[in-house]
């Protein structure tokens, strides 16, 4: 459990390194609407923590209920998951959109984004207990709630940090940390290129959505052959 509580607060750290930097490269900056004198920030601090530690209690403690007692282990936990996306997820906002345009944005920037951080809540609540997902969760609320500036990133950008992240860091804990824990033999050579890697995917993705000044475009006519074709980047 500790070990996996190191990885969490890392976790937890670059992701919002992940949603400033591009912030910073466009300008997109905005003050915190939460109230960020001592007063506020304390109140802020205080306010986040039982509701997480309860969330995270009642998934660790249901997986281990599950685990212990069920035959299809890995469809319940599937399930619980699922269980705990609906808790989160605003129906009646999306039942309120008019437009396909902005459902398409909202599922894209809200939905998809919860369903991914479940998916990496559980797989730090299984393998590193409830602490684990509490530390992870707990250092984003905490900086978004204490700290005076926030990312007020486009829509585009915001759903790609939100669901690549949190879809490679899961695979990376799953797949990675919890083997080198397991078997004891903790490669920190291995752990550094493969975060490496990971981050590297990020910067791709924040190019391809168009968070630096050099961006791809699709060439949509055929004003510029034979040199350049309709559908070439």
């Known amino acids: 459990s500790k070990y ?34 001592p007063i506020g920030i304390f109140s802020n601090a205080v306010a986040i923590f039982p509701a997480i ?3 995270e209690m009642v998934r660790r403690y249901s997986f281990a209920s599950v685990f212990k007692a069920l035959k299809h282990k890995k469809l319940a936990m599937a399930i619980i998951t ?17 437009e396909f345009k902005e459902l398409f944005i909202y599922i894209a920037q809200i939905v998809l984004p919860i369903i991914t951080r479940n998916i990496l809540m559980s797989v730090l609540a299984f393998y590193g207990g409830a602490m684990a997902s509490i530390a992870y969760i707990g250092i984003i609320q905490l900086f978004l709630k204490c700290f005076p500036v926030l990312p007020e990133l486009p829509w585009l950008i915001d759903s790609a940090i939100g669901v690549a992240f949190t879809i490679i860091y899961a695979m990376f804990m799953s797949e990675h ?24 995917a990020i910067v791709f993705v924040w190019f391809c959505v168009g968070a630096f000044p050099i961006y791809p475009n699709i060439i949509l006519t055929g004003s510029m052959e034979p040199l350049i074709y309709p559908g070439d980047v």
């Open 4 to 37: 996996f509580i190191g990885y969490s607060l890392s976790g937890g750290i670059i992701f919002i390194a992940l949603e400033f930097v591009p912030a910073l490269f466009m300008k997109k900056l905005g003050a915190s609407p939460y109230d960020i004198s």
């Open 177 to 200: 940390v919890f083997e080198t824990g397991r078997s004891s033999r903790v490669n920190k050579k291995e752990d550094v290129m493969y975060l490496l890697s990971f981050l590297t």
């Open 82 to 98: 699922v269980i705990f996306c609906l808790a989160e997820i605003n129906f009646k906002k999306i039942i309120d959109i008019k």
């Open 53 to 55: 530690m309860a969330k």
